[in-house]
């Protein structure tokens, strides 16, 4: 990027605040004034509560928020009436107060711009910020389309501009957890049990006699009630088995832990529908009721044998055939879990299928202790004129992925980059809550599509690497500062859920609905923004289930009754949503499209010599790269480790603790040395790291230089062909023990 048009910034103290915090364990665990303070207000019971539901991760936990007298949030704790956390909340819930509190948010908007030729930010009024954006959407608008403006966003913020870009007239919208997330899982199910997963997922683990865990790793990622409710399916003597080549925190509860070799997983999927089949211990009356194609799965696995398996996963046939019968023995009570980052090898959609596939066989879907049907309630849209009908989006970008439902950020990315998708010229960006730059793989490719564009805008609440190549950055109140839309999920008991303003935004911060309604107004929108506050609207739409903002401001969460039955009855007549109206086994419609009708197994290329696979997960504390930085979480994790088995600590002569600095198999170096853990619970071709950490930019003053990051070591990049997820489990890395930096500046 030296010679690129768009430098990257250091967001200076200019946007930042100037004040210091003592936020170190030794401060927050020492003499601490303000701990003293906190003991005194509890015992006197002085605070005040207020209904808000979580934003640190997608699982959207409903909490009360305390404050003191004047007007500090003090804590955070969960509702418990809410179903997502059953009133306990993770440690990333609790650690919300230090999103609000964290001394380097980002306090005002920037401006880029060039100061005796060197590119900075200056402060800029919110008036300023606004009209700028708004008339480069109209400039872009006039000259190209509004479809060349581009939305890449992530939670909250994202619904709010999705809505002024639909209105703009542009659907050029993508996200990073579709394709670079759960995307292969919604069109594994779709394809098989016509049905999405979505979040949080039906998955009935409290009644479950059997879980099934392929790479989930529940416990580290946190989802909130699912982490109960194994620990209580644990309680009521359930099987667990965890297939993973680490020993994940599930995989050290589990009876049977089954270290597979990296990108093996089909072939152990189609080994143990091999064992069902053969040894008849699939659900007959379920299948020929629902079933479609069960004859052509028959005849594909027949000799795909746990012998077979073996040869490729390293897992021992009779461990597969033990396995397969417990799965069988439990049925229909039995969850062979989908997961949700599941973007590994490039057949992902593959790979979810036969997991769907294996329930069907089962007879789990529908069923008590597997999935049960989710509901939500039936909360009306706020009124508006329909939407302009754009030109081109997302799907015709995406077009060569005939299963892609949703915006492929990395096709937005590339149409970004002149000659890569003329027809389809993207001219500009905002990006939403999302750190782009830590997100999607290919780094490269991101810098030189944000060099061609003609303008980013960037809304965050955080320094986040990302903004330092935004033409302009606003910041985003925190989520404890505004109102945001009702929480509505799709649950076993629906329920509404309340985001309000536990305190006034910090510095200038504002919230995203306040910007859209802004730059609406100003690019001729009005019609599509017809309220003062967006509290306006939740009252609105609580009127209509019949609620109102002080019924939901007093319960937080308000339960619905159920309107359809939460399982399947034995022998009922019922219709999937698939072509056929029910569970495919085999499917025509991939077989038309050229596709494998049934998955198969293919090899994936494997980690050349003195290389190791690299492998990555969720640290239990942390969210992504998002909340590496917040004072409370910095404090339970404050850098990333590298795990390393000790045979091959042994060959290369590693200690735990020691600084290494990694190289992937395209030659990029680490840009900071990570320490080494060596463990058993790694196994010997791969290596491992929590994701999110080895952040660049200065002004994120806790997280800066600690660890490093698995992202910029993703360049090798399989795509999935059904509907284009990027695989981020193909890299390879080589362990150094000296700096590759020492003689050039980083």
């Given at each position: 990027?030296?010679?690129?048009?768009?430098?990257?910034?250091?967001?200076?103290?200019?946007?930042?605040?100037?004040?210091?915090?003592?936020?170190?364990?030794?401060?927050?665990?020492?003499?601490?004034?303000?701990?003293?303070?906190?003991?005194?207000?509890?015992?006197?019971?002085?605070?005040?509560?207020?209904?808000?539901?979580?934003?640190?991760?997608?699982?959207?936990?409903?909490?009360?928020?305390?404050?003191?007298d004047e007007g500090e949030i003090i804590k955070i704790k969960g509702n418990e009436t809410d179903p997502h956390c059953y009133g306990r909340l993770c440690p990333r819930g609790t650690g919300g107060v230090g999103m609000y509190n964290d001394e380097d948010r980002l306090k005002t908007p920037?401006?880029?711009?060039?100061?005796?030729?060197?590119?900075?930010?200056?402060?800029?009024?919110?008036?300023?910020?606004?009209?700028?954006?708004?008339?480069?959407?109209?400039?872009?608008?006039?000259?190209?389309?509004?479809?060349?403006?581009?939305?890449?966003?992530?939670?909250?913020?994202?619904?709010?501009?999705?809505?002024?870009?639909?209105?703009?007239?542009?659907?050029?919208?993508?996200?990073?957890?579709?394709?670079?997330?759960?995307?292969?899982?919604?069109?594994?199910?779709?394809?098989?049990?016509?049905?999405?997963?979505?979040?949080?997922?039906?998955?009935?683990i409290r009644d479950t006699k059997c879980l099934v865990l392929i790479g989930s790793h529940i416990g580290e990622n946190m989802h909130n009630s699912q982490v109960q409710e194994m620990s209580d399916a644990i309680d009521n003597n359930a099987t667990i088995i965890t297939v993973d080549p680490?020993?994940?925190?599930?995989?050290?509860?589990?009876?049977?832990?089954?270290?597979?070799?990296?990108?093996?997983?089909?072939?152990?999927?189609?080994?143990?529908?091999?064992?069902?089949?053969?040894?008849?211990?699939?659900?007959?009356?379920?299948?020929?009721?629902?079933?479609?194609?069960?004859?052509?799965?028959?005849?594909?696995?027949?000799?795909?044998?746990?012998?077979?398996?073996?040869?490729?996963?390293?897992?021992?046939?009779?461990?597969?055939?033990?396995?397969?019968?417990?799965?069988?023995?439990?049925?229909?009570?039995?969850?062979?879990?989908?997961?949700?980052?599941?973007?590994?090898?490039?057949?992902?959609?593959?790979?979810?299928?036969?997991?769907?596939?294996?329930?069907?066989?089962?007879?789990?879907?529908?069923?008590?202790?597997?999935?049960?049907?989710?509901?939500?309630?039936?909360?009306?849209?706020?009124?508006?004129?329909?939407?302009?009908?754009?030109?081109?989006?997302?799907?015709?970008?995406?077009?060569?992925?005939?299963?892609?439902?949703?915006?492929?950020?990395?096709?937005?990315?590339?149409?970004?980059?002149?000659?890569?998708?003329?027809?389809?010229?993207?001219?500009?960006?905002?990006?939403?809550?999302?750190?782009?730059?830590?997100?999607?793989?290919?780094?490269?490719?991101?810098?030189?599509?944000?060099?061609?564009?003609?303008?980013?805008?960037?809304?965050?609440?955080?320094?986040?690497?990302?903004?330092?190549?935004?033409?302009?950055?606003?910041?985003?109140?925190?989520?404890?500062?505004?109102?945001?839309?009702?929480?509505?999920?799709?649950?076993?008991?629906?329920?509404?859920?309340?985001?309000?303003?536990?305190?006034?935004?910090?510095?200038?911060?504002?919230?995203?609905?306040?910007?859209?309604?802004?730059?609406?107004?100003?690019?001729?929108?009005?019609?599509?923004?017809?309220?003062?506050?967006?509290?306006?609207?939740?009252?609105?739409?609580?009127?209509?289930?019949?609620?109102?903002?002080?019924?939901?401001?007093?319960?937080?969460?308000?339960?619905?009754?159920?309107?359809?039955?939460?399982?399947?009855?034995?022998?009922?007549?019922?219709?999937?949503?698939?072509?056929?109206?029910?569970?495919?086994?085999?499917?025509?419609?991939?077989?038309?499209?050229?596709?494998?009708?049934?998955?198969?197994?293919?090899?994936?290329?494997?980690?050349?010599?003195?290389?190791?696979?690299?492998?990555?997960?969720?640290?239990?504390?942390?969210?992504?790269?998002?909340?590496?930085?917040?004072?409370?979480?910095?404090?339970?994790?404050?850098?990333?480790?590298?795990?390393?088995?000790?045979?091959?600590?042994?060959?290369?002569?590693?200690?735990?603790?020691?600084?290494?600095?990694?190289?992937?198999?395209?030659?990029?170096?680490?840009?900071?040395?990570?320490?080494?853990?060596?463990?058993?619970?790694?196994?010997?071709?791969?290596?491992?790291?929590?994701?999110?950490?080895?952040?660049?930019?200065?002004?994120?003053?806790?997280?800066?230089?600690?660890?490093?990051?698995?992202?910029?070591?993703?360049?090798?990049?399989?795509?999935?062909?059904?509907?284009?997820?990027?695989?981020?489990?193909?890299?390879?890395?080589?362990?150094?023990?000296?700096?590759?930096?020492?003689?050039?500046?980083?």
């Amino acid at each position: 990027m030296t010679t690129s048009r768009r430098k990257f910034i250091k967001i200076s103290a200019l946007g930042l605040g100037g004040v210091a915090a003592s936020t170190s364990a030794l401060n927050m665990f020492g003499a601490n004034t303000y701990l003293d303070k906190l003991v005194k207000q509890n015992v006197a019971g002085e605070f005040n509560k207020t209904a808000t539901y979580c934003e640190v991760c997608f699982w959207k936990c409903a909490a009360w928020a305390y404050t003191n007298d004047e007007g500090e949030i003090i804590k955070i704790k969960g509702n418990e009436t809410d179903p997502h956390c059953y009133g306990r909340l993770c440690p990333r819930g609790t650690g919300g107060v230090g999103m609000y509190n964290d001394e380097d948010r980002l306090k005002t908007p920037l401006i880029r711009t060039t100061v005796d030729g060197k590119q900075t930010f200056r402060k800029a009024s919110w008036k300023e910020a606004l009209d700028l954006i708004a008339s480069k959407m109209t400039a872009i608008k006039s000259k190209y389309g509004a479809e060349s403006f581009a939305l890449l966003k992530h939670g909250s913020p994202g619904s709010h501009l999705e809505h002024l870009f639909k209105a703009y007239g542009s659907d050029t919208i993508a996200e990073p957890a579709y394709a670079q997330c759960r995307g292969p899982r919604e069109t594994g199910f779709e394809l098989t049990l016509g049905s999405w997963i979505g979040s949080p997922e039906p998955t009935d683990i409290r009644d479950t006699k059997c879980l099934v865990l392929i790479g989930s790793h529940i416990g580290e990622n946190m989802h909130n009630s699912q982490v109960q409710e194994m620990s209580d399916a644990i309680d009521n003597n359930a099987t667990i088995i965890t297939v993973d080549p680490r020993l994940s925190t599930a995989a050290s509860k589990s009876q049977h832990w089954l270290a597979i070799k990296p990108a093996t997983d089909i072939a152990l999927l189609l080994a143990w529908m091999h064992v069902i089949i053969e040894e008849k211990l699939y659900d007959k009356a379920y299948i020929e009721k629902y079933g479609y194609g069960f004859k052509e799965l028959k005849e594909h696995v027949k000799d795909l044998t746990p012998e077979w398996a073996y040869g490729i996963t390293t897992i021992k046939p009779e461990k597969i055939r033990e396995t397969a019968r417990l799965m069988a023995a439990a049925a229909p009570s039995v969850i062979v879990h989908p997961g949700r980052h599941v973007v590994w090898y490039g057949d992902d959609s593959q790979r979810e299928r036969a997991i769907a596939m294996l329930n069907g066989l089962l007879g789990s879907w529908g069923k008590r202790g597997g999935f049960y049907f989710k509901e939500k309630v039936d909360l009306p849209k706020f009124p508006h004129p329909a939407y302009p009908k754009p030109k081109w989006g997302w799907e015709e970008i995406g077009a060569k992925y005939p299963y892609a439902e949703m915006g492929i950020t990395s096709e937005l990315i590339k149409s970004s980059i002149p000659g890569e998708d003329d027809e389809h010229p993207i001219k500009a960006w905002i990006i939403a809550g999302t750190n782009l730059i830590n997100t999607v793989p290919k780094r490269e490719m991101i810098l030189k599509a944000m060099d061609a564009v003609e303008f980013i805008a960037v809304v965050d609440t955080m320094p986040m690497e990302i903004t330092g190549y935004a033409d302009v950055v606003l910041p985003e109140c925190t989520y404890l500062e505004r109102y945001d839309g009702i929480r509505n999920a799709a649950k076993r008991t629906p329920s509404l859920a309340l985001r309000q303003p536990v305190a006034k935004p910090k510095y200038d911060s504002k919230p995203a609905w306040w910007m859209c309604k802004q730059l609406g107004e100003r690019l001729g929108l009005h019609d599509y923004f017809q309220y003062d506050d967006f509290e306006d609207i939740i009252k609105w739409q609580l009127e209509q289930v019949g609620s109102s903002l002080e019924e939901m401001k007093r319960l937080g969460v308000k339960k619905f009754e159920r309107k359809t039955p939460l399982y399947m009855e034995d022998g009922e007549d019922f219709e999937f949503g698939t072509n056929s109206g029910k569970i495919e086994f085999y499917s025509d419609d991939l077989a038309s499209n050229g596709f494998d009708p049934i998955p198969v197994y293919t090899a994936h290329p494997e980690p050349p010599q003195g290389f190791y696979r690299l492998n990555y997960g969720r640290a239990p504390m942390h969210t992504f790269s998002r909340t590496t930085n917040n004072p409370n979480l910095f404090a339970l994790k404050s850098e990333n480790k590298l795990w390393v088995n000790p045979k091959i600590a042994r060959i290369i002569g590693l200690k735990n603790d020691q600084l290494v600095w990694l190289q992937n198999q395209d030659g990029i170096d680490s840009t900071f040395s990570i320490k080494v853990r060596v463990t058993e619970r790694i196994r010997y071709d791969s290596v491992y790291m929590y994701h999110g950490f080895g952040h660049t930019n200065k002004k994120l003053s806790r997280a800066f230089g600690k660890g490093e990051s698995d992202t910029l070591m993703m360049s090798k990049i399989p795509v999935d062909p059904l509907m284009g997820g990027t695989a981020l489990r193909g890299n390879f890395v080589k362990i150094l023990t000296e700096d590759p930096h020492k003689n050039s500046k980083v």
